[in-house]
C-alpha cells in the first residue's frame, strides 16, 4: 500500500521561499509521475507541477519560473521548492502519484492528506 505524506507548509510572508516534501512510503513497482497539486478555497484543484522517474518537469503556468519540483530516488521523496510566493499562492497543496499502467488498464491516482501554505504579511 502506497501513502503519501506531505510536510513544510506554514505561514510565509510574500516574496518569501517555502520548501515542501512528500515522504513515499511502499514500493511502487509500476511507472509512476510524481505531482503537487493544490486548491484554494472556492476553486478548483490546479496543477502545481509533475516529475517523471526520468526527471522530465511539467509546470503549472501561473508557477513557472518560481517553483521547482525534484524527485529523489534514494530516499523516495518529492520536494517542491517555492520561490518568490504570492497571496495568491495560498491553497492546500497535496501530493500525487499517478501510476502508469500498460493499456488498456488505466492509470490511477494516489493522494496525500494535504499541506496548507498561506501567504500573507
Known amino acids: 500500500q502506497v501513502q503519501l505524506v506531505e510536510s513544510g507548509g506554514g505561514l510565509v510572508q510574500p516574496g518569501g521561499s517555502l520548501s515542501l516534501s512528500c515522504a513515499v512510503s511502499?514500493?511502487?513497482?509500476?511507472?509512476?509521475?510524481m505531482g503537487w497539486y493544490r486548491q484554494a478555497p472556492g476553486k478548483q484543484r490546479e496543477l502545481v507541477a509533475t516529475?517523471?522517474?526520468?526527471?522530465?518537469?511539467n509546470y503549472g503556468m501561473s508557477v513557472k519560473g518560481r517553483f521547482t519540483i525534484s524527485l529523489d530516488n534514494v530516499n523516495n521523496t518529492v520536494w517542491l521548492q517555492m520561490n518568490g510566493l504570492k497571496p495568491e499562492d495560498t491553497a492546500v497543496y497535496y501530493c500525487?502519484?499517478?501510476?502508469?499502467?500498460?493499456?488498456?488498464?488505466?492509470?490511477?491516482?494516489?493522494w496525500g492528506q494535504g499541506t496548507q501554505v498561506t501567504v500573507s504579511s
Open positions: 500525487n502519484a499517478r501510476i502508469l499502467k500498460i493499456p488498456p488498464i488505466p492509470p490511477y491516482d494516489i
Open positions: 511502499g514500493m511502487i513497482l509500476s511507472n509512476y509521475v
Open positions: 516529475i517523471t522517474r526520468g526527471g522530465e518537469r
